[in-house]
């Protein structure tokens, strides 16, 4: 299944074969471990929030994320039924895609 997420700023849109989401991200990068928030503002989730933490290596960036109405994880684990979920992501291109306009 091919998954596409491009995170632009504080903007992002997760492209599945459910469907496009797009989104807002805040993140604190001061905690630890250094948080993230996602409301979704369209798509199947639009008017949810995610709450989550975050790991950034290079191109690799590891996302623990409470599902909607999930608490926050604490770490970069899950569990059977814990309403949390572990992404691991790498970065295909630096470059911006073509028709993504605005921010620097």
Known sequence: TELSQVIDGDRFRYESPEGISDGVLAI???????QIDIDFVEGPEAGNTS???YRLDGDSLTLCLGLVGST???????SPGSGHALERLRRASAA???GVTGGT
């Open 28 to 34: 604190d990068a001061g905690a630890t471990p250094p």
């Open 51 to 53: 709450y989550g933490v």
């Open 72 to 78: 926050r994880p604490a770490s970069f684990a899950t």
């Open 96 to 98: 911006r895609p073509d």
